[in-house]
Protein backbone atom coordinates (compact mmCIF):
# COMPACT_ATOMS: atom_id res chain seq x y z
CA UNK A 1 0.00 0.00 0.00
CA UNK A 2 2.61 3.13 0.96
CA UNK A 3 4.69 1.78 -2.38
CA UNK A 4 1.50 2.81 -4.31
CA UNK A 5 1.63 6.16 -2.43
CA UNK A 6 4.50 7.55 -3.46
CA UNK A 7 3.60 6.28 -7.17
CA UNK A 8 1.45 9.10 -7.49
CA UNK A 9 4.38 11.77 -7.74
CA UNK A 10 6.18 9.56 -10.43
CA UNK A 11 6.89 10.78 -13.87
CA UNK A 12 4.47 8.13 -16.15
CA UNK A 13 7.14 7.32 -18.09
CA UNK A 14 8.37 5.09 -15.07
CA UNK A 15 5.13 3.34 -14.40
CA UNK A 16 4.21 0.08 -16.12
CA UNK A 17 0.88 -1.84 -16.30
CA UNK A 18 -2.70 -0.72 -15.45
CA UNK A 19 -1.11 2.25 -13.17
CA UNK A 20 0.19 3.52 -16.04
CA UNK A 21 -3.24 3.71 -18.12
CA UNK A 22 -4.78 4.85 -15.48
CA UNK A 23 -2.70 7.55 -15.11
CA UNK A 24 -3.20 8.84 -18.42
CA UNK A 25 -6.92 9.14 -17.65
CA UNK A 26 -6.90 11.00 -14.36
CA UNK A 27 -7.16 14.75 -15.67
CA UNK A 28 -5.01 15.79 -12.45
CA UNK A 29 -1.96 14.45 -14.02
CA UNK A 30 -1.71 16.87 -16.33
CA UNK A 31 -1.68 19.93 -13.72
CA UNK A 32 1.13 18.04 -11.87
CA UNK A 33 2.84 17.26 -14.72
CA UNK A 34 3.05 21.22 -15.55
CA UNK A 35 3.68 21.98 -11.86
CA UNK A 36 6.46 19.47 -12.03
CA UNK A 37 8.07 21.40 -14.97
CA UNK A 38 7.96 24.32 -13.34
CA UNK A 39 9.16 23.37 -10.71
CA UNK A 40 12.16 21.33 -12.42
CA UNK A 41 12.75 22.93 -15.67
CA UNK A 42 11.02 26.49 -15.57
CA UNK A 43 9.00 28.06 -18.22
CA UNK A 44 8.79 24.69 -21.21
CA UNK A 45 5.29 25.87 -22.04
CA UNK A 46 4.75 22.81 -24.18
CA UNK A 47 4.84 21.05 -21.16
CA UNK A 48 2.66 23.40 -19.31
CA UNK A 49 -0.18 24.44 -21.72
CA UNK A 50 -1.72 20.57 -21.75
CA UNK A 51 -1.70 20.95 -17.21
CA UNK A 52 -3.62 24.85 -18.57
CA UNK A 53 -5.95 23.67 -20.44
CA UNK A 54 -7.03 20.53 -18.20
CA UNK A 55 -7.50 22.98 -15.22
CA UNK A 56 -9.25 25.39 -17.59
CA UNK A 57 -11.65 22.72 -18.55
CA UNK A 58 -12.21 21.15 -14.79
CA UNK A 59 -12.53 24.95 -13.30
CA UNK A 60 -15.42 25.78 -16.44
CA UNK A 61 -17.09 22.66 -15.82
CA UNK A 62 -17.33 22.85 -11.96
CA UNK A 63 -18.40 26.52 -12.38
CA UNK A 64 -20.92 25.60 -14.83
CA UNK A 65 -22.06 22.93 -12.20
CA UNK A 66 -22.17 25.11 -9.03
CA UNK A 67 -24.22 27.57 -11.29
CA UNK A 68 -26.89 25.06 -12.31
CA UNK A 69 -27.03 23.80 -8.32
CA UNK A 70 -27.28 27.25 -7.18
CA UNK A 71 -30.62 27.94 -9.68
CA UNK A 72 -31.94 24.70 -8.70
CA UNK A 73 -31.91 25.28 -5.19
CA UNK A 74 -32.58 28.55 -4.88
CA UNK A 75 -35.51 29.00 -7.78
Not at 41 to 48: C, L, P, Q, V
Amino acid sequence: MTQNIWLMFMPSVFLTGWFKWAVTLNPVDYVLVAVRTIIIDGWEWESILPGLWVLSAITLIMLTAATWTYRQATA
